[in-house]
């Protein structure tokens, strides 16, 4: 499977973005998908994830109240909405999919459960 991560940008602090993640290729009966970022100089990190229907879904801590995650199934897409942007989250933004199946937080997080990868997107937050 393919994935075309898209809609990053240069906004300033709390502005909004709207990330978009598009599956294609050899699409599975059913997959869970995540975001992930990476700041540079830091090591990547776990934003949000949800499950194949779209009725479970997984946030850090750090995004809590200010992202959104949603996925429209038919037309293998995610998104990743973005508001009070802060420019700590200024970062690549990636996007992934995992065929494991849903789990527990812990292990939602831990980018080893995806084995799909998008390029990334750079978002940029100024101050």
């Known amino acids: 499977v393919q994935l075309q991560a898209s809609g990053g940008g240069l906004v300033q602090a709390g502005g909004s973005l709207r990330l978009s993640c598009a599956a294609s290729g050899r699409i599975f009966s059913s997959y869970d998908m995540g975001w992930f970022r990476q700041a540079p100089g830091k090591e990547r990190e776990f934003v949000a994830a949800?499950?194949?229907?779209?009725?479970?879904?997984y946030l850090a801590d750090s995004v809590k109240g200010r992202f959104t995650i949603s996925r429209d199934s038919a037309k293998n897409t995610m998104h990743l909405q973005m508001n009070s942007l802060k420019p700590e989250d200024t970062a690549t933004y990636y996007c992934?999919?995992?065929?494991?199946?849903?789990?527990?937080?812990?292990?939602?997080?831990?980018?080893?459960?995806?084995?799909?990868w998008g390029q990334g997107t750079l978002v940029t937050v100024s101050s």
């Open positions: 992934a999919v995992s065929t494991r199946g849903w789990s527990t937080p812990q292990v939602l997080s831990n980018s080893n459960r995806y084995g799909f």
């Open positions: 949800i499950n194949w229907g779209g009725g479970a879904t």
